[in-house]
């Protein structure tokens, strides 16, 4: 596998999966279009809209070769990504990323990640919510004041998951590993994120999260409590980005643009 390719599955064994990159054709991985029905698109967030465009050129010098030709996505919806047996409890999930030259980062933002649960409930963890967080998690890239990105987390309000390298904030979820890396390598050039989450074992801390940036391991913590119940399982992916942050003073000063291309996703177990 070319290394650019490499980066969208950054692990060595896995059951199956999907990508929507043309160039990633190995076995046990499912090509999909860029459609509502393949990726299984649903609960799209209200007045919100994921045309299928065609982004710049590249504005910055790189190795890497320009995707200009590529259409990305702009969902802001959740993607299916149940195994087999119709309960995934440890995936990656990798996506490139351009953002516009000229970048302005305000005070932080999310990027598209992963969610679970139990039921109805795994849709639950975002927005602040307190209440039975030990019934969902949501697991997403996010940005900083100039640039410094973080795993953003809901996870159950246990002891171990407020132990560094985590940060419970005062009034919504866990920043986990503050500033392991800035996102200025993205601006005006294609980067590829990819994120594992393996579940714990009902009963133990063993929970697991990892973040790779072009292949490279920036983020990496176990000893984690992700579930209570066996019910619980990675439901697939929040596909959605913004500024925020709930109040005004998190929002863009201008129209900015972000944009997403060759998601892939594996079942490990």
């Avoid at 790189?62 to 195994?83: C, H, Q, T, V």
């Avoid at 990105?149 to 996870?155: Q, S, V």
């Avoid at 990819?194 to 391991?217: C, I, M, P």
Wanted: glycine residues 10%; negative net charge.
């Amino acid at each position: 596998m070319l290394m650019a390719l490499s980066h969208l599955i950054p692990v060595d064994t896995f059951q199956c999966g999907f990508t929507a990159c043309p160039s990633l054709n190995l076995e046990k991985i499912d090509q999909v279009a860029l459609t509502d029905e393949d990726l299984g698109v649903h609960r799209v967030t209200s007045r919100t809209s994921h045309p299928l465009v065609v982004p710049p050129p590249e504005s910055s010098d790189s190795a890497e070769p320009s995707d200009s030709g590529f259409p990305a996505p702009a969902f802001a919806s959740r993607l299916a990504m149940d195994s087999a047996s119709g309960g995934a409890t440890h995936v990656v999930l990798s996506y490139r990323m351009m953002l516009q030259s000229g970048w302005e980062w305000v005070k932080g933002g999310k990027l598209p990640g992963i969610f679970g649960g139990e039921g109805d409930l795994s849709y639950a963890c975002t927005g602040g919510r307190k209440d039975n967080r030990c019934k969902c998690f949501n697991v997403r890239p996010m940005w900083r004041a100039k640039g410094n990105g973080e795993l953003y987390t809901y996870l159950p309000l246990t002891p171990h998951n407020r132990d560094p390298p985590s940060l419970q904030n005062n009034d919504y979820g866990f920043s986990v590993g503050c500033a392991a890396f800035n996102f200025d390598v993205a601006v005006g050039r294609w980067i590829t994120l990819a994120f594992r989450v393996k579940l714990n074992n009902v009963g133990s801390e063993d929970g697991e999260l990892e973040l790779w940036v072009d292949g490279k391991s920036v983020i990496a913590v176990s000893g984690l409590q992700l579930r209570d119940s066996d019910k619980a399982h990675i439901k697939g992916a929040h596909f959605q980005t913004f500024f925020g942050g709930h109040s005004e003073d998190w929002a863009s000063p201008k129209d900015q643009r972000a944009w997403f291309a060759d998601l892939t996703g594996v079942v490990i177990e």
